[in-house]
């Protein structure tokens, strides 16, 4: 009787933690690339993006993963900047500025696909809106205790990088693209704090060198995984993106302590991925090499153009797309983000369960 006593004290504990998790953060608003985006924040998307995929998202736009955080927070999934009407009481629940092709540096030869640049004017204009219907302190306030800033970029831009330096190989340009990428997000941190901004999440890249798009095909024994369904990575294109993931946290741990009244967390999904698409077995994964939806060799040269396209069982493939992780692993993400319930330090220096949760300073 004892024992039942404590167990309902116990999840009652937990579930007032989990109300009062919920109470302190009332918007989570979002900057990305097609890690945050199904297409319906990008303009023209159809006719832009050549051979990626109708299709990036598996399912819903829930099955990405800032919407799988912001439901464990106790959020609406944020509405897509393009979807909103302006109307404060919109606003305050949290928007999604993300744009699925959308890199750190602007993209001449595609304007219309949104930089971070014009991410971040789109979220001063969200900062001016409030103010002017709520006023400066209310909507400073509310910005600096109530809100969590989602960013997930570079993903895009190594997929550039990488295109435009398949034939002759990444090269020696490729540690100082690292750099300057990890520059531009330390001035975005920069001005949102200005703008009153204190609670971040900053993702790291995926590994892109192991995506069907970019990972070479081969049968032979040095393959990760089992059987006929292991993968090979691109080692070359892997490392580039770990340095850039590597430079992006060693600048967080440096804001942490510059920015003293600011909580900033680093996210590894790299680490979480590459774990999983060498132990398979361990997550109920059956295929980590080709994409569940998408065409050619592994579904990797061109992507998910109809949902008729899509395989069998996407629950047992790391892969949806040629470059975008299926719901099953983004669930694995989320769950490790959230409470590190998978690999204890995915995120660093805290969960975001504890980041959302903590008082503002």
């Not at 927070?73 to 979807?83: N, Q, T």
């Not at 595609?110 to 409030?130: G, W």
């Not at 190594?158 to 034939?167: C, E, G, L, Q, V």
Request: with cysteine; net charge negative.
């Amino acid at each position: 009787m004892k024992f039942v006593l404590l167990h309902i004290v116990t999840t009652m504990q937990m579930v007032n933690s989990n109300m009062t998790t919920m109470s302190k953060m009332k918007a989570m608003y979002i900057l990305g690339d097609s890690s945050v985006d199904c297409g319906e924040n990008t303009l023209f998307f159809p006719f832009l993006l050549n051979n990626l995929s109708l299709h990036p998202c598996d399912g819903p736009p829930s099955s990405i993963l800032p919407h799988l955080l912001a439901k464990k927070i106790g959020l609406p999934y944020p509405i897509p900047f393009y979807s909103q009407n302006g109307s404060t009481e919109v606003l305050l629940r949290g928007v999604n500025l993300g744009s699925t092709g959308a890199t750190i540096m602007s993209n001449p030869t595609n304007p219309v696909l949104q930089s971070l640049n014009q991410q971040l004017r789109q979220a001063f204009e969200i900062f001016q809106l409030l103010q002017l219907e709520l006023g400066q302190e209310t909507a400073n306030d509310f910005i600096q205790s109530s809100t969590l800033f989602y960013l997930s970029f570079g993903k895009d831009d190594y997929i550039d990088f990488f295109r435009n330096n398949s034939a002759k190989g990444p090269g020696s340009d490729s540690e100082k693209l690292s750099r300057v990428l990890v520059d531009q997000m330390t001035n975005a941190i920069q001005y949102l704090y200005g703008s009153s901004v204190r609670k971040f999440v900053l993702m790291g890249i995926l590994p892109l060198g192991c995506a069907p798009r970019f990972s070479p095909s081969t049968n032979d024994s040095a393959s990760r995984g089992h059987g006929e369904d292991s993968v090979v990575c691109a080692n070359e294109i892997n490392d580039l993106v770990s340095e850039y993931n590597t430079f992006l946290e060693q600048r967080i741990v440096s804001l942490n302590v510059e920015l003293t009244d600011a909580e900033l967390i680093f996210c590894d999904i790299y680490s979480l991925m590459m774990d999983i698409i060498n132990n398979p077995i361990a997550y109920g994964i059956e295929n980590v090499k080709s994409a569940c939806c998408g065409i050619g060799m592994d579904g990797g040269m061109s992507g998910c153009m109809s949902m008729n396209m899509v395989c069998e069982d996407p629950s047992t493939y790391v892969w949806w797309d040629l470059f975008n992780p299926g719901h099953v692993v983004s669930s694995l993400i989320a769950d490790s983000a959230w409470s590190g319930q998978l690999l204890p330090d995915i995120c660093r220096p805290t969960t975001v369960q504890k980041l959302v949760s903590s008082s503002s300073m």
